[in-house]
């Protein structure tokens, strides 16, 4: 054997051979990723490895470097391998897969399916006054598709997908095979720069389509399959174990119950999921090593002081975290506490009790083997890295108490109630340890892929593992006596939700502490790579009996170098690269409008911030934008008007990002939109200025650019809140661009009575509609580039004609995504778009 041998588990790095097999496949799967390898290729590398590691193996292991090199040949083989398997899981979908029939835009379709999974009920949006889309029942579970209608036959069809009922439905079953109609569409790249890509968490998943049905009678059911499969046995018994939830613990608790006990986190509200992000316990949410910690700890030592055979607990103990992580699907992280359970527990059972990277490696390879592409997703980085962390710095978490002579009597001669409580002390020690150290090791990758930062967590954690636990034990109980033992089960779910509602009242106390959690840019990828390559150098660059003093001290003051200079760095040159340009990005927020206005001099402007339904989805796209550019302050916004799909993310966004000023019109200032009142409460909480702003206003915009201001009067102009639009006009280096908002009816009459302005971009007023007069507008404004902040289907055709009459450069943030228009200080303008992911140049 080449890679060094160990016949105990590993407590050191040095001596994990199986840990090196893992990060070569890491190595090979994150080339494949970059690189994209042909599968042959991968192959071919994994062979030659192979071959390599045989030739000098075998004809050179006496010499001193034969060894070594045969190692790093088998490495370099297994990488390949890696890189085959990846690139097989990630790009091969069947010739007929669903997704093949599949658009950018949904179209409608018919498609007999058998449902592989139980319908879950996804939970109601609160009703928001900013919300102006009415909340509706869904239900979401995934499907088989077998045929689809393509005119009047079938045609065969293969692969898997989503399907959303906008409906309640729960009449379906596993193993069922349906007759759906309803739209299907493609799940697309992101549209905006710093956006979640559900694109690749999907194909992950190998799911690249969905299918949306809007009523229940849309999905009919055809026959039902042998109730003897596994996936019709684990459906029901889930249902059964979610309808108990909701039995005992009440509708109140019940969707939390069922989140932490069988992972339904549909069932929570977002504003609830909120709290948990916000305060850095999120991950109870999420079923992880955690929950299944808890609960087969309670389960070995109840069979343990049930009288039984050490190994009896061992071995019930191994069969019911087996049965768990089943019950909730072999999720990652549970897979990932699954595996080393059973390690450990097997362990036990022959006389060994160690602990160490060769175990956590061989679940890597587990979790690896299943998918692949579990590699880049946050939720199993956090599982591995909290565990990795805690083996890292077992000698500092689990300090021993003093075996000094001397220290040992003191100890021995206390009062009990004393050493109890010392004992009490000193694990509560332990605890917070743990909990610092994990949030600590964390907090990069939670800033680089969340933009939070909760300083409450290392404090809170420890605080809710009573409740948790109290709350996953009495879950249990209730799945075990509900429906044959009610007296029980009612004391059981007394006890969850008395528990649940300490935990939550818990979180939400903390939450409304001072600097509780702060949203911040956070580092960059390759600041947060540097960081954790570079700890791991520290680990292993450190001598052993060094690691209790100087690595919890070198790893903070190596946070903060890793975070704050490769940052600083690559803010430095993000700046440097846009050179003195003026730089407007046109966000895409559905039927809403965004628009980043960058100043030559280093100032951020925002003209708007709204979208035509949840203010959470456009928060998320405008947000993204900002972060990408490393932009945590704004040094002024414009508010056009008082419609909701231009300013219904901005009481949202303030929590999030500082705003100098704010520009609002008189007339939206005097507004008695309950929505516009409440915009103005939260930017007063927040501390921000409210300015109005009214025509031939003048803007200070730097010495290479100004603004200035086109429309309303001070007055308004008497009629709609459209026609009262603030209309921008931003010009650097000989260029205009125009931002209308929605102007039209009066307010365009006044516009258009105006000296027509030789304008180079502009934006359609209210989104391309024809009652904004598009041919008048571009025949006065005469653009070179028009863009229609608008998706392709809530553009008018009349709107359309026009400009391809006029023979406009036209783009829409709809299609392919946002817009950007660069001005140099030459005069010259470029234009790009954001598609599949990177910014493309026109």
């Given at each position: 054997?080449?890679?060094?041998?160990?016949?105990?588990?590993?407590?050191?790095?040095?001596?994990?051979?199986?840990?090196?097999?893992?990060?070569?496949?890491?190595?090979?799967?994150t080339l494949d990723r970059w690189v994209d390898f042909s599968f042959?290729?991968?192959?071919?590398?994994?062979?030659?490895?192979?071959?390599?590691?045989?030739?000098?193996?075998?004809?050179?292991?006496?010499?001193?470097?034969?060894?070594?090199?045969?190692?790093?040949?088998?490495?370099?083989?297994?990488?390949?391998?890696?890189?085959?398997?990846?690139?097989?899981?990630?790009?091969?979908?069947?010739?007929?897969?669903?997704?093949?029939?599949?658009?950018?835009?949904?179209?409608?379709?018919?498609?007999?399916?058998?449902?592989?999974?139980?319908?879950?009920?996804?939970?109601?949006?609160?009703?928001?006054?900013?919300?102006?889309?009415?909340?509706?029942?869904?239900?979401?579970?995934?499907?088989?598709?077998?045929?689809?209608?393509?005119?009047?036959?079938?045609?065969?069809?293969?692969?898997?997908?989503?399907?959303?009922?906008?409906?309640?439905?729960?009449?379906?079953?596993?193993?069922?095979?349906?007759?759906?109609?309803?739209?299907?569409?493609?799940?697309?790249?992101?549209?905006?720069?710093?956006?979640?890509?559900?694109?690749?968490?999907?194909?992950?998943?190998?799911?690249?389509?969905?299918?949306?049905?809007?009523?229940?009678?849309?999905?009919?059911?055809?026959?039902?399959?042998?109730?003897?499969?596994?996936?019709w046995v684990l459906a029901t018994i889930r249902r059964r174990f979610?309808?108990?939830?909701?039995?005992?613990?009440?509708?109140?608790?019940?969707?939390?119950?069922?989140?932490?006990?069988?992972?339904?986190?549909?069932?929570?509200?977002?504003?609830?999921?909120?709290?948990?992000?916000?305060?850095?316990?999120?991950?109870?949410?999420?079923?992880?090593?955690?929950?299944?910690?808890?609960?087969?700890?309670?389960?070995?030592?109840?069979?343990?002081?049930?009288?039984?055979?050490?190994?009896?607990?061992?071995?019930?103990?191994?069969?019911?975290?087996?049965?768990?992580?089943?019950?909730?699907?072999?999720?990652?992280?549970?897979?990932?506490?699954?595996?080393?359970?059973?390690?450990?527990?097997?362990?036990?059972?022959?006389?060994?009790?160690?602990?160490?990277?060769?175990?956590?490696?061989?679940?890597?390879?587990?979790?690896?083997?299943?998918?692949?592409?579990?590699?880049?997703?946050?939720?199993?980085?956090?599982?591995?890295?909290?565990?990795?962390?805690?083996?890292?710095?077992?000698?500092?978490?689990?300090?021993?108490?003093?075996?000094?002579?001397?220290?040992?009597?003191?100890?021995?001669?206390?009062?009990?109630?004393?050493?109890?409580?010392?004992?009490?002390?000193?694990?509560?020690?332990?605890?917070?340890?743990?909990?610092?150290?994990?949030?600590?090791?964390?907090?990069?990758?939670?800033?680089?892929?969340?933009?939070?930062?909760?300083?409450?967590?290392?404090?809170?954690?420890?605080?809710?593992?009573?409740?948790?636990?109290?709350?996953?034990?009495?879950?249990?109980?209730?799945?075990?006596?509900?429906?044959?033992?009610?007296?029980?089960?009612?004391?059981?779910?007394?006890?969850?939700?008395?528990?649940?509602?300490?935990?939550?009242?818990?979180?939400?106390?903390?939450?409304?502490?001072?600097?509780?959690?702060?949203?911040?840019?956070?580092?960059?990828?390759?600041?947060?790579?540097?960081?954790?390559?570079?700890?791991?150098?520290?680990?292993?660059?450190?001598?052993?009996?060094?690691?209790?003093?100087?690595?919890?001290?070198?790893?903070?003051?190596?946070?903060?170098?890793?975070?704050?200079?490769?940052?600083?760095?690559?803010?430095?040159?993000?700046?440097?690269?846009?050179?003195?340009?003026?730089?407007?990005?046109?966000?895409?927020?559905?039927?809403?409008?965004?628009?980043?206005?960058?100043?030559?001099?280093?100032?951020?402007?925002?003209?708007?911030?709204?979208?035509?339904?949840?203010?959470?989805?456009?928060?998320?796209?405008?947000?993204?934008?900002?972060?990408?550019?490393?932009?945590?302050?704004?040094?002024?916004?414009?508010?056009?008007?008082?419609?909701?799909?231009?300013?219904?993310?901005?009481?949202?966004?303030?929590?999030?990002?500082?705003?100098?000023?704010?520009?609002?019109?008189?007339?939206?200032?005097?507004?008695?939109?309950?929505?516009?009142?409440?915009?103005?409460?939260?930017?007063?909480?927040?501390?921000?200025?409210?300015?109005?702003?009214?025509?031939?206003?003048?803007?200070?915009?730097?010495?290479?650019?100004?603004?200035?201001?086109?429309?309303?009067?001070?007055?308004?102009?008497?009629?709609?809140?459209?026609?009262?639009?603030?209309?921008?006009?931003?010009?650097?280096?000989?260029?205009?661009?125009?931002?209308?908002?929605?102007?039209?009816?009066?307010?365009?009459?006044?516009?258009?009575?105006?000296?027509?302005?030789?304008?180079?971009?502009?934006?359609?007023?209210?989104?391309?509609?024809?009652?904004?007069?598009?041919?008048?507008?571009?025949?006065?404004?005469?653009?070179?580039?028009?863009?229609?902040?608008?998706?392709?289907?809530?553009?008018?055709?009349?709107?359309?004609?026009?400009?391809?009459?006029?023979?406009?450069?036209?783009?829409?943030?709809?299609?392919?995504?946002?817009?950007?228009?660069?001005?140099?200080?030459?005069?010259?303008?470029?234009?790009?778009?954001?598609?599949?992911?990177?910014?493309?140049?026109?």
């Amino acid at each position: 054997m080449t890679l060094s041998q160990s016949n105990s588990p590993s407590n050191g790095i040095s001596d994990s051979p199986v840990l090196l097999v893992v990060v070569a496949l890491c190595g090979g799967i994150t080339l494949d990723r970059w690189v994209d390898f042909s599968f042959e290729t991968g192959l071919a590398i994994s062979l030659f490895g192979l071959l390599f590691w045989w030739l000098i193996f075998w004809r050179f292991k006496r010499r001193r470097w034969g060894e070594a090199v045969a190692s790093v040949a088998l490495l370099v083989s297994i990488a390949g391998l890696g890189a085959s398997w990846h690139h097989g899981r990630w790009n091969w979908f069947p010739d007929q897969d669903i997704s093949q029939f599949a658009g950018d835009w949904a179209g409608p379709v018919c498609v007999r399916a058998k449902i592989r999974s139980e319908p879950r009920p996804m939970a109601f949006s609160e009703v928001d006054v900013l919300n102006p889309i009415p909340s509706r029942p869904r239900t979401r579970l995934r499907i088989e598709p077998e045929q689809i209608r393509n005119g009047n036959r079938w045609q065969a069809v293969s692969g898997c997908c989503e399907l959303i009922i906008h409906d309640e439905c729960r009449d379906l079953r596993v193993g069922d095979q349906v007759i759906i109609f309803g739209s299907l569409v493609r799940i697309s790249p992101p549209s905006n720069p710093g956006q979640f890509n559900f694109h690749e968490y999907s194909r992950s998943q190998s799911r690249l389509a969905v299918v949306h049905a809007y009523f229940s009678s849309s999905v009919r059911a055809e026959r039902s399959e042998d109730v003897r499969s596994n996936g019709w046995v684990l459906a029901t018994i889930r249902r059964r174990f979610n309808d108990l939830v909701w039995e005992y613990v009440g509708p109140n608790r019940a969707p939390l119950a069922s989140a932490i006990l069988l992972g339904n986190r549909e069932q929570l509200t977002p504003a609830r999921r909120e709290e948990f992000m916000q305060t850095g316990t999120v991950h109870l949410l999420a079923i992880s090593g955690l929950h299944v910690g808890i609960l087969a700890g309670a389960f070995f030592l109840l069979f343990r002081f049930g009288f039984s055979s050490r190994r009896w607990a061992l071995l019930s103990t191994i069969a019911f975290v087996l049965f768990y992580a089943w019950l909730v699907e072999f999720r990652t992280p549970v897979t990932r506490a699954t595996i080393l359970l059973v390690l450990v527990c097997v362990g036990r059972l022959y006389g060994k009790r160690g602990f160490g990277f060769n175990l956590l490696a061989i679940a890597a390879l587990v979790v690896l083997a299943m998918n692949p592409a579990d590699l880049f997703q946050v939720g199993p980085q956090l599982s591995f890295l909290a565990v990795a962390g805690i083996l890292f710095f077992r000698d500092w978490i689990f300090l021993a108490p003093s075996d000094e002579p001397l220290d040992r009597l003191i100890r021995i001669t206390r009062p009990w109630p004393m050493r109890c409580l010392h004992r009490f002390g000193f694990r509560v020690g332990q605890v917070v340890r743990v909990s610092s150290l994990i949030w600590l090791l964390a907090l990069p990758l939670v800033a680089f892929r969340f933009h939070l930062v909760s300083p409450v967590a290392p404090l809170l954690n420890p605080l809710l593992l009573i409740p948790i636990a109290l709350a996953l034990y009495c879950g249990m109980g209730v799945f075990l006596f509900g429906g044959w033992l009610r007296p029980l089960a009612d004391f059981f779910g007394a006890i969850c939700t008395a528990s649940l509602h300490g935990l939550e009242s818990t979180i939400q106390l903390f939450q409304k502490l001072p600097c509780s959690h702060f949203w911040t840019v956070g580092p960059s990828a390759t600041a947060t790579l540097v960081f954790y390559l570079g700890f791991i150098l520290l680990f292993m660059g450190l001598p052993k009996s060094q690691h209790k003093i100087w690595l919890p001290l070198g790893g903070l003051i190596w946070l903060v170098g890793a975070w704050m200079v490769p940052s600083a760095i690559e803010s430095h040159w993000q700046r440097s690269n846009r050179q003195s340009d003026l730089v407007c990005t046109f966000v895409d927020v559905g039927h809403g409008t965004s628009v980043l206005i960058q100043t030559p001099d280093g100032r951020n402007l925002l003209y708007d911030a709204g979208t035509f339904g949840s203010p959470r989805f456009g928060l998320n796209n405008v947000a993204g934008v900002l972060w990408s550019e490393h932009i945590d302050h704004l040094d002024a916004l414009f508010v056009s008007h008082a419609d909701l799909d231009h300013f219904n993310v901005i009481p949202e966004l303030c929590e999030r990002f500082s705003i100098g000023v704010v520009y609002i019109s008189p007339v939206m200032k005097s507004s008695s939109s309950e929505s516009v009142k409440m915009m103005l409460q939260r930017l007063e909480e927040h501390r921000v200025e409210i300015r109005e702003l009214s025509w031939n206003a003048h803007l200070d915009c730097g010495p290479n650019a100004r603004g200035s201001v086109l429309s309303p009067p001070p007055e308004g102009t008497g009629s709609t809140d459209n026609s009262d639009s603030i209309v921008l006009l931003i010009e650097a280096y000989g260029r205009k661009i125009l931002l209308p908002g929605d102007l039209e009816s009066t307010g365009m009459d006044l516009l258009l009575s105006r000296p027509s302005i030789d304008c180079d971009v502009v934006m359609a007023p209210h989104h391309g509609s024809s009652n904004s007069r598009p041919g008048e507008f571009l025949a006065w404004s005469r653009p070179e580039y028009v863009l229609v902040s608008a998706s392709l289907k809530k553009v008018s055709a009349q709107t359309l004609g026009i400009l391809a009459e006029n023979q406009r450069n036209v783009n829409r943030t709809g299609a392919p995504g946002a817009v950007r228009y660069r001005v140099r200080p030459s005069g010259e303008i470029s234009r790009e778009s954001f598609r599949d992911g990177q910014w493309n140049q026109h």
